[in-house]
């Protein structure tokens, strides 16, 4: 059969539960090692990747999409500042199994966190991408959010600076 007519796997996003850590943690493991949509070069340990989801869990902010039985992509999103005076805005993080892009995963996994943290209450959403992460600047165009501006060099990784675009969505 032509490889374009042959059927996608189905993909079923759920709530995240604390027995989806390892796997979680082995995708976030990954982006840290081998891309620049985490800007860190410290992976996380088992403990360090439990207690970061549990924060998720506890705020309800924490996603996975499953495709044939297995974690395939995460998604949540959390307090986009620590101060009061940003309560009501959100930030978002999706990820996406090297394996499985191009499935839809990612789409679902951020209509997810979009419903919750509408049903939650929260004003708006930003996503802060690395600005030549085409890949995640198109999906969040799709999903609605527009660019609000890009900061130059704030980052840097692998021996480079980078430069941050951001994005916004209004969920109210």
Known sequence: MNPIYER???????PA???????????????????????????QSPAEGA?????HLERGSAFVA??????????????WRKLDGYRHTVDDSVYVREDRHGLGIGSA???ALIASAREAGHHVMIADIEAENSSSIRLHERSGFH???TVPEVGSKFGRWLDLTIMRLPLT
């Open 17 to 43: 539960r604390p027995g989806d850590a390892e796997a979680i943690r082995t995708i976030r493991n990954h982006a840290i090692e081998h891309s620049t949509a985490l800007w860190t070069q410290t992976p």
């Open 147 to 149: 660019h609000v501006g």
């Open 51 to 55: 207690a970061w989801l549990a924060a």
């Open 8 to 14: 996608r796997p189905a993909v079923e996003v759920r």
């Open 66 to 79: 499953e495709v044939e039985g297995e974690v395939a992509g995460f998604a949540v999103y959390g307090p």
């Open 109 to 111: 996994l951020l209509a």
